[in-house]
């Protein structure tokens, strides 16, 4: 994964807004893709994911867009409210096929929401 | 429904002292399971993974060592902790056949003293 240190990127949404955070993946083999949202001193929690032959996913007011052209993935989450201020994480399969579990994750993005 | 169980929700050990961390999976068989490293404000580091009784696979060489006892049981260990151990440890699991998301246990928060 790679090293954020301090100075996670940070995300400031007003309560109602719409929220987009973004991802750039290196791999360009990878076929599936995940976001995952991490509360303070808790495991990580599924999003929602897409598929390298979908370029978009919606579910309960979350996007995900896929950009396989500039390797870039987008988690758009509609009327963000208190309780989606979490660390949001991308994570890509960077292998194809049977025989691939390793999942390589992406600099986490911190959310805040303003009420 | 699967659940995934991973205890102790924290610990504190001294240098030097032996390390279990269990991982146990509900409601599944043949899982794929993992375990992750999460340094402070950092991302997710893969550590080991199995998939099956007895395979282990280790992505990065340290102090840590990991056994599947069982189906559904995973276990990080180490006979020596060091400093540099200390961290958020994360087990997960994904369903066996194909590759689906991975569910994560809520974390042992781990500092070595």
């Known amino acids: 994964g790679e090293s954020v240190g301090l100075h996670l990127p940070t995300l400031s949404v007003q309560e109602g807004d719409n929220s987009i955070i973004n991802c750039a993946y290196s791999?360009?083999?990878?076929?599936?893709f995940i976001w995952y949202k991490q509360e303070s001193g808790k495991g990580p929690q599924f999003i929602i994911d897409?598929?390298?032959?979908?370029d978009k996913r919606q579910g309960q007011r979350v996007t995900v867009l896929l950009n396989k052209t500039v390797k870039h993935l987008s988690l758009q989450i509609a009327a963000t409210q208190p309780g989606d201020s979490a660390v949001y994480f991308c994570?890509?399969?960077?292998?194809?096929?049977?025989?691939?579990?390793?999942?390589?994750f992406g600099k986490g993005t911190k959310l805040s929401v303003i009420p | 429904s699967q659940t995934i169980h991973q205890w102790p929700a924290t610990l504190v050990q001294p240098v030097g002292s032996p390390l279990s961390l269990e991982c146990t999976v509900e409601g599944t068989s043949n899982p794929n399971l993992y375990w992750y490293r999460q340094a402070a404000g950092r991302g997710l580091q893969l550590l080991f993974y199995?998939?099956?009784?007895?395979?282990i696979s280790s992505e990065v060489p340290q102090n840590l060592s990991a056994s599947r006892p069982q189906d559904r049981q995973f276990i990080l260990s180490s006979k020596k902790l060091l400093l540099s151990d200390s961290g958020f440890y994360l087990c997960?699991?994904?369903?066996?056949?194909?590759?689906?998301?991975?569910?994560f246990g809520q974390g042992t928060r781990l500092t070595v003293v």
């Open positions: 897409i598929r390298s032959n979908m």
């Open positions: 199995s998939v099956g009784i007895g395979q």
């Open positions: 791999n360009s083999a990878s076929d599936y």
């Open positions: 997960a699991w994904s369903r066996g056949q194909g590759f689906t998301e991975a569910f």
């Open positions: 994570a890509e399969n960077p292998y194809s096929g049977a025989g691939s579990y390793q999942l390589t």
